[in-house]
């Protein structure tokens, strides 16, 4: 099934995947109602880098059933070349959105998810926002924590005893890798979808601090922490987008005019991505 799906864009030796959001959730439903265990890879610029530098996780990533634009790094990596700095309209909320249209489909049929998380407030919150949001999806889920024995095959287990229709997995990218291509092939599912992380997703649609942070008094520490998310983000973003005008400047012979350069181009998108996030926050 994989190569029927419309035209790709090729991100660092990667082929993702450009479709509409509605059409997204289609094919992804169409998956899972079909035969074995397909998987479907939200590819991030960490999980890129990744692949850049490891042969073993590109091979696996191109195995995936559908790779789609995991944050606002692909999603302008995708579009910077035929867009000529203009913004398509919701770039860098594709994961999000598809997010929202998967989960209202899947509580109109009552589905049933498991969510393998890194961290327990992960969870806990992904499980409140499905309960105020989603009554009728059925939620299971756990944390799989870092470098403890027998953590991955306990989460085999409960994926098998409740056999849910969709397995998320929400953790960083190369132990994702690891997971999938260790016990795919073990767990009772009708498909897997890889994240890495929903937390963009709880915290635009909560725009709240977790009570748990205000009970503990701890609004200036949570506050710091967003911060450098963000700034590790934008250090991400920049060692990703020198990748990839690297890699367009050697495919391109001719040398175009300074003020269409690729790099202005990718320049002019991060430019006005951010701006528009400034007046959200507004």
């Known amino acids: 099934m994989k190569d029927r799906y419309h035209k790709k864009a090729n991100v660092l030796g990667i082929d993702v995947s450009v479709m509409r959001v509605d059409k997204a959730v289609n094919v ?45 790094h692909i ?6 070349r035929q867009d000529n700095g203009q913004i398509p309209e919701g770039i860098g909320e594709f994961a999000d959105n598809y997010l929202k249209r998967l989960f209202s489909k899947i509580n109109r049929e009552g589905r049933s998810i498991y969510m393998v998380m890194e961290q327990e407030s992960y969870l806990e919150s992904m499980e409140e926002y499905m309960e105020e949001s989603y009554r009728n999806i059925e939620v299971h889920g756990n944390v799989m924590r870092k470098e403890t024995k027998g953590e991955a095959d306990r989460i085999v287990n409960e994926i ?23 016990h795919a092939a073990m767990m009772n599912t009708r498909l897997c979808i890889l994240i890495e992380s929903v937390q963009p997703l709880i915290r635009k649609e909560t725009e ?5 942070v205000e009970k503990l008094h701890l609004e200036g520490i949570y506050s710091w922490f967003k911060k450098e998310q963000k700034i590790k983000n934008t250090i991400v973003g920049s060692v990703f987008k020198k990748k990839v005008l690297n890699e367009a400047s050697e495919e391109e012979s001719e040398q175009k005019p300074e003020d269409s350069s690729e790099e202005n181009i990718l320049d002019v998108q991060e430019e006005n991505v951010n701006t528009l996030e400034k007046r959200r926050q507004y």
């Open 208 to 212: 709240e601090i977790p009570s748990w």
């Open 75 to 80: 999603e302008m990596a995708v579009h910077h």
């Open 28 to 72: 992804s439903m169409e998956l899972m109602r079909g035969k074995g265990l397909p998987v479907i890879y939200f590819l991030s610029a960490i999980s890129s880098l990744l692949c850049q530098n490891n042969e073993q996780s590109a091979e696996y990533v191109k195995s995936c059933n559908l790779i789609l634009a995991g944050d606002r």
């Open 160 to 182: 098998n005893a409740c056999i849910p229709d969709i397995v998320f997995v929400c953790i960083p990218a190369e132990r994702q890798m690891k997971f999938m291509e260790k």
